[in-house]
């Protein structure tokens, strides 16, 4: 089955850049669009980045999103911190009738 | 405004059901391809279950022969019936549209507390 694999935590400084991967089990992760979702504490998920690199209206451009074929990876960069952005993010893609999600990153701005 | 709205959550023994309801605003549930999503307490999300508007239903593994999808037209209502509950079942369920051919989700309902617990 096919599977996303992500860091368990990161931990930046506001302002500063953040960058969380996503690596594909197998396959090539190009073949289906990657998804970024974020999650704060108490509320429903909210979409950051869609197919591969698409921001939603509403989400600041310091929110992009990219994918790597050499190393079968999807990344979300975050730069300009802000405190706010402190919350889980899950990537997520699609495996023929399975929609799979990583285990979610839990982002800290300290 | 496109919203979807969850309900039907609760404390339900092992062994026990639950049904879980969606109710959609601004577009119909059955044109379009629509999903069951939880969180358990400490886990990341999973995808639990799809119906797509021909109808056709889909499941993970996990909930496979005792989770079943549905909708009622009428009602512009999505259903997730949960039989033979587990503990490993307590989550936050959330009901969300799909976007077809780039099978992503949008937009989420709120999400409804389900307990498994004796």
């Known amino acids: 089955n096919f599977m996303l694999t992500q860091p368990h935590s990161v931990s930046e400084s506001p302002g500063k850049t953040v960058t969380i991967s996503c690596t594909g089990s197998?396959?090539?992760?190009?073949?289906?669009?990657v998804q970024w979702y974020q999650q704060r504490p108490g509320s429903a998920p909210t979409t950051v980045i869609y197919e591969d690199d698409q921001r939603p209206s509403g989400v600041p451009d310091r929110f992009s999103g990219s994918i790597d074929s050499s190393s079968n990876s999807a990344s979300l960069t975050i730069s300009g911190l802000k405190t706010e952005d402190e919350a889980d993010y899950y990537c997520q893609s699609y495996d023929g009738n399975n929609w799979v999600f990583g285990g979610g990153t839990k982002l800290t701005v300290l | 405004e496109v919203q979807l709205v969850e309900s039907g959550g609760g404390l339900v023994q092992p062994g026990g059901s639950l049904r879980l309801s969606c109710v959609a605003s601004a577009f119909t549930v059955s044109g379009n391809y629509m999903s069951w999503v939880r969180r358990a307490p400490g886990k990341g999300l999973e995808w639990v279950s799809v119906?797509?508007?021909?109808?056709?239903?889909y499941y993970a593994d996990s909930v496979k022969g005792r989770f079943t999808i549905s909708r009622d037209n009428s009602k512009n209502t999505l259903y997730l019936q949960m039989n033979s509950l587990r503990a490993e079942d307590t989550a936050v369920y959330y009901c969300?549209?799909?976007?077809?051919?780039?099978?992503?989700?949008?937009?989420w309902g709120q999400g409804t507390l389900v307990t498994v617990s004796s």
């Open positions: 119906i797509y508007s021909g109808g056709s239903t």
């Open positions: 197998s396959g090539s992760i190009a073949s289906n669009y």
């Open positions: 969300a549209r799909v976007r077809t051919v780039t099978n992503w989700f949008d937009p």
